[in-house]
């Protein structure tokens, strides 16, 4: 690791902690030059996972993308980010775990809407009526009643 401060190579790793429940390391370092003392942070980069899109073209899989559906469907809603953060976190690493390489963008939808269905009955119709294109209130209603069977 460079020096931000002198360019130098040598330095020696004072502290190491686990950050992102295990998914990547903070190190403190001290450059055994200058004495300057920095961070630096690892994580393990995943092979880039494409997503198949509807009309069979392909494209990056981002993460951004999840959290911003995620997002606009719990708008004005009583949900933490923290929760928020969970959600996107736990769907992307199912995702990355499940799939090597290409990934299907219906189950990229699917699970989102599991999880959007645990966390919250309003953000799951909101994302649901988007992402299953409810044509009339008839597919709405019946989204909704089965949520209420579920429920029961």
Known sequence: MRCPRCACQNDKVVD???????????RRRECLQCGHRFTTHEEIIQAELKVIKRDNTREDFDSQKVRAG????????????DDIEALVSRVCTELEADYDREVPSGEVGERVMKELRKLDPVAYIRFASIYRDFQGLA??????????????
């Open 16 to 26: 190491s902690r686990s950050t992102k429940d295990g998914a990547g390391v903070r």
């Open 70 to 81: 995620v997002e606009r469907a719990c708008w004005k809603r009583d949900i933490a980010q």
């Open 139 to 152: 597919e709405f209603v019946s989204e909704v009643r089965s949520i209420g069977k579920q429920k029961s």
